[in-house]
């Protein structure tokens, strides 16, 4: 039973000296002020906020402002092109090419309109012969097959002649202009403003080509 006491007598006090350790002790003193008062307070100059530098837009100045440009051509190759470019390369101070499908005549053709069948267009032929006309063609395949082609020309008047004549004979001729799309090259090149540049004198010989004053690009 003493024993008993004893400890309850010692829990006793150790709970007693564990709540005076935890909110027994005095609050902590504030510190001192760091200056005397009516004393400005000091700062280091790395504590101090730096103001941020007013922007200024930087000037950016246009590289085409200071050039003129030229097209050159029409190349009919590729091949044609690119030697052009690689000889022009080295004196100016940007270059590109262009390609464009452009349009040629290849002369006027007069025929009779396709028939039916292929016995047709050889009915015709045989009907031109008997007539004395003998220069013509019946053509067997492709998007012109079973049309008696009667010749092809270089001036419109004279193949206009050939349908008149034709006609006055009974046959229905007809003209039509044979116009091939073709691809064309040209090559635009930058040169400083000022800048003295003859491209003949890096393309010589090549007086089927013009140069004419472009847009900058």
């Not at 039973?1 to 000296?17: P, V």
């Not at 101090?48 to 100045?61: G, W």
């Not at 691809?183 to 040169?191: C, E, K, Q, S």
Request: hydrophobic content about 45%; charged content about 20%.
């Amino acid at each position: 039973m003493f024993l008993r006491l004893l400890f309850l007598l010692l829990l006793a006090l150790n709970l007693g000296a564990g709540a005076w350790l935890l909110f027994g002790r005095a609050p902590a003193r504030a510190l001192p002020p760091a200056t005397d008062p009516g004393v400005t307070e000091l700062r280091l100059l790395s504590e101090k906020t730096a103001k941020p530098a007013p922007h200024v837009p930087a000037a950016s100045a246009d590289p085409a402002a200071a050039e003129t440009c030229s097209t050159l051509g029409a190349f009919t190759t590729a091949a044609d092109m690119r030697a052009a470019m690689q000889a022009l390369s080295p004196h100016v101070a940007r270059i590109q090419y262009r390609e464009e499908q452009v349009s040629h005549s290849h002369g006027f053709w007069v025929y009779l309109p396709a028939t039916p069948d292929r016995e047709g267009a050889l009915d015709e032929a045989r009907k031109l012969a008997a007539k004395g006309i003998n220069d013509y063609y019946v053509v067997t395949a492709g998007d012109s097959q079973n049309t008696v082609s009667l010749g092809l020309f270089d001036n419109e008047l004279n193949a206009q002649n050939r349908v008149a004549a034709l006609k006055q004979l009974g046959f229905p001729a007809q003209v039509k202009q044979r116009i091939d799309t073709e691809p064309a090259y040209w090559v635009d090149y930058a040169v400083k403003q000022g800048q003295a540049f003859d491209w003949t004198a890096w393309l010589p010989g090549r007086s089927d080509l013009q140069a004419k004053s472009i847009d900058c690009f």
